[in-house]
């Protein structure tokens, strides 16, 4: 089923091209036949002394038609096959980034960054091979092996099917043994090359703690060790292949002499000439290049499988957490953007065979323009309640509306009504205005430079040489940590949402930056409903309430005065997260010292 959703459904909308494409093959072939019969009777008829000049002139002349005939076919077959494939490509690409897109807050936790690497360079790019190297060439012999079978048919019934066998065994029993043959070793070398994708991976991104760690031979050694591996099953392959060609080779030159020894018979029968039959038996070389292909053509299918089967286990996944979006109206959003108000009732969510804590009979009221901070130790739920805000999980029970509808109906138009700025936004390779504009693709130069302003960068980036259209380079490497975060926060601002998520946005910043930032945050959001998602209680004050998480229940809540004055547990995590509080301990003052 899912074979056919992935490779043969794509096709379907390019039938044509795919006609045209086989049309082209064929057309090449037949040339290819007509120039090597027409260049062997030229020849033979040459040596034989011609007694018209038109008995050599007219071959001569069919020798350049059908030479520049099969350079213009296999041209036109080329180009209208790649373009059907990357056309095909493409779709798969669109299909494979709607896969994933629905369930981007957490596509790092349920794959590694190699899963994700090795789908897109090994899966995807391996597909167009299915097209190029297996369907077409396949599609080709067939046609070609009727058309030849029925063609020998019709001048001697007996003959035809000697010479039926010789190109069926070509065609089905080769083809046959090698699937079967090399199933195992294929799938195994693709299980190796994807386990190295993995590792190669892990290693780049871990390349400096591997030099520190002082194991960088370590690494190497098991690296080479397991690629030794991959390389010594592609040499057993490669090593079955050879003695599969030499076999095919054997049976080319048994078809030859075979189609030599009839051609005898027909001339000493009197029906064809001697510059005609050495003219035919040359045919059979042509014949048996789309022929011979097919072997290895087939023994690939079983890799095709196994890039299916990953994108296969993407795609169900996928459904698990997207399945259930519905389409709304422009009116509907456009309700829910007046009135965004958050309402969580009995919010219960766990998941299958995993360590990480779910949701158990939580239950929120966030109005519109409403501040609260969530805060708990890692692994308290706080991601988990993230994504059941944007939608991208469904709760076992319970729900999550805004306005009064469940917020997985709103499905992709979710970025409507709510922003999140992570730990680490993305930024891509390209300029800072197209970096914005991914909040607003129709955003003009002066809404930039307005949101630039309110996040206090504007005369950082207008004293740079190229301003707006300066590059941020591979993740905005160009900038500091907390000038891609106000980056990030510019674009939020042009997305102007509702509803803003604040995925603890200030991890890895020195205390400085990390309270300028805040109070720049909580400055441009005002107005806004703002869910603070943190690990400290630095500027939790300046929070409408405040809400505690313990293994995926509300272990305390409140505002920020409200838990200082009445909850001891709370003031004491207060003061630890302290600048001031952690100065005192270092100076040798006890906690009984700081005033409640």
């Not at 070389?285 to 690939?300: G, T, Y």
């Not at 708990?376 to 469904?394: E, F, N, P, W």
């Amino acid at each position: 089923m899912y074979q056919k959703k992935w490779l043969l459904q794509p096709v379907q909308s390019e039938r044509w091209r795919l006609f045209v494409t086989i049309l082209f093959s064929l057309v090449t072939a037949g040339c290819s036949c007509a120039l090597i019969f027409t260049s062997g009777y030229l020849i033979a008829k040459s040596a034989l002394h011609p007694e018209n000049i038109l008995l050599v002139y007219v071959p001569i002349v069919l020798v350049r038609a059908f030479g520049i005939s099969k350079a213009v076919s296999r041209y036109v077959e080329r180009l209208v096959g790649h373009d059907l494939v990357l056309r095909l490509l493409a779709k798969m690409r669109v299909r494979l980034y709607r896969i994933l897109e629905p369930q981007a807050l957490f596509v790092r936790s349920r794959w590694q960054t190699g899963d994700i690497l090795s789908t897109l360079a090994d899966d995807i790019e391996h597909l167009q091979d299915f097209y190029l190297r297996t369907l077409f060439p396949t599609l080709v012999a067939l046609v070609a092996f009727a058309a030849v079978l029925i063609g020998f048919g019709v001048l001697d019934f007996m003959f035809a099917l000697i010479f039926g066998l010789i190109m069926g065994l070509m065609v089905f029993v080769f083809p046959m043994l090698s699937l079967r043959i090399s199933y195992a070793k294929q799938r195994q070398s693709k299980r190796w090359k994807h386990r190295l994708y993995q590792q190669l991976t892990d290693a780049i991104l871990g390349l400096q703690d591997w030099l520190i760690s002082g194991r960088r031979a370590a690494f190497l050694k098991h690296y080479i060790a397991n690629e030794e591996k991959v390389v010594d099953n592609q040499r057993r392959i490669e090593r079955f292949q050879h003695w599969r060609l030499f076999l095919l080779q054997g049976l080319v030159g048994i078809a030859i002499l075979l189609l030599a020894y009839w051609t005898g018979q027909a001339a000493m029968a009197g029906p064809f000439s001697p510059p005609v039959i050495a003219a035919g038996v040359l045919v059979v070389l042509p014949l048996m290049e789309l022929f011979v292909p097919v072997s290895a053509a087939i023994e690939q299918l079983p890799q095709y499988q196994d890039s299916v089967k990953r994108l296969k286990q993407m795609e169900q996944q996928s459904s698990l957490t997207s399945g259930s979006a519905q389409t709304v109206s422009a009116e509907e959003i456009a309700a829910a953007r007046r009135h965004p108000d958050l309402r969580l009732e009995n919010l219960s969510f766990q998941y299958e065979r995993s360590a990480e804590q779910g949701i158990q009979q939580l239950s929120l009221d966030i109005p519109a323009g409403k501040k609260i901070a969530i805060l708990g130790r890692s692994g308290a739920g706080k991601s988990t309640l993230i994504k059941l805000i944007r939608g991208d999980l469904v709760p076992a029970s319970g729900r999550v509306t805004i306005n009064g509808m469940d917020v997985h109906r709103f499905g992709n138009t979710i970025s409507q009504l709510i922003s999140v700025c992570d730990q680490r936004p993305h930024l891509f390779d390209t300029t800072i205005a197209n970096n914005l504009r991914l909040g607003n693709p129709d955003a003009s130069d002066e809404a930039i430079k307005r949101v630039i302003k309110q996040v206090q960068l504007d005369r950082l980036i207008e004293s740079l040489p190229a301003g707006y259209d300066t590059p941020m380079f591979e993740m905005g490497s160009r900038f500091s940590g907390g000038e891609r975060q106000r980056i990030a926060l510019a674009r939020i601002l042009l997305q102007d949402a509702p509803i803003v998520i604040l995925d603890e946005p200030t991890v890895g910043l020195d205390p400085k930056t990390e309270r300028d930032l805040l109070k720049t945050m909580f400055r441009v959001l005002a107005g806004k409903t703002v869910i603070w998602i943190t690990h400290h209680l630095l500027g939790v004050e300046q929070m409408d309430e405040v809400v505690f998480l313990e293994n995926g229940r509300v272990a305390m809540q409140g505002s920020h005065a409200t838990l200082y004055k009445q909850n001891v547990r709370y003031r004491h995590l207060y003061h630890l997260d302290q600048p001031l509080f952690l100065q005192q301990i270092k100076e040798g003052l006890d906690e009984t010292g700081y005033s409640a």
